[in-house]
């Protein structure tokens, strides 16, 4: 199959939505990569999960799927067959039976990671100067608006459902490394993409590079759809 016949579907983490891969998307449009931004609600993994699915569904074509962060627990969960390869960008990637708390806590906490907790709602938000601390350190000023202002909240039932089956252990898959995160340590990154023997690409990025680095994840996702074009 040519690489223009490949979607590309990206899907958002913890506290961010679709408007978080933008750059992302104009890149891979250059490259011919149809992309999708999939929104999640965040509200449970099986309900997230079952509304990348619906997104999935709706596309039809061979896709590249990419997730950030908490959206690598949700992209590990679907079995949908036309999911060709999968992207791992600064993403958690539970094992089966793993939780995605079980993983966010594996390493060492940075310093400047926030604390996080849910409020009565059992929802948590990221506090507002953990963006520029933390979430991404290296955005500018605007890019630092945007994401604070279009915030969404996880729920706390999101981090506490174990896994199935991944299904990086059925598919090809990419792992980009940010070596600046200070959300998820680097350490762990590396831990979970020698597990998955995923393609590995390790950039000075921080936890969200999809703003800050968006030549590094369109490579990567470009790389992934031309490997399953060849086949």
């Not at 708390?101 to 948590?124: M, N, S």
């Amino acid at each position: 199959m040519a690489t223009d016949t490949v979607s590309a579907v990206l899907v958002h983490g913890a506290w961010a939505d679709g408007s978080s891969w933008s750059k992302v998307i104009e890149r891979l449009e250059v490259h011919g990569i149809r992309a999708i931004a999939a929104p999640l609600p965040l509200t449970s993994l099986r309900e997230d999960t079952a509304a990348l699915d619906r997104v999935l569904e709706r596309v039809g074509t061979p896709v590249v799927l990419a997730g950030h962060a908490y959206a690598g627990a949700v992209i590990g969960s679907t079995r949908a067959e036309n999911v060709k390869a999968l992207v791992y960008v600064a993403a958690l990637a539970p094992d089966e039976g793993e939780t995605v708390a079980d993983v966010f806590y594996r390493g060492e906490t940075h310093p400047l990671a926030p604390k996080l907790a849910p409020d009565q709602h059992g929802l948590i938000w990221l506090p507002d100067d953990a963006f520029a601390a933390a979430f991404a350190q290296h955005a500018t000023h605007e890019e630092l608006t945007v994401l604070g202002a279009v915030q969404r909240p996880i729920s706390a039932a999101c981090i506490g459902e174990a896994l199935g089956r991944p299904l990086w252990k059925d598919r090809p898959s990419w792992f980009l490394i940010a070596e600046q995160d200070r959300m998820i340590s680097h350490d762990t990154q590396h831990f979970m993409a020698k597990r998955m023997n995923a393609h590995v690409h390790s950039h000075p990025a921080d936890h969200t590079p999809m703003v800050t680095a968006p030549d590094a994840v369109s490579d990567v996702i470009v790389e992934a759809a031309r490997a399953v074009s060849s086949h």
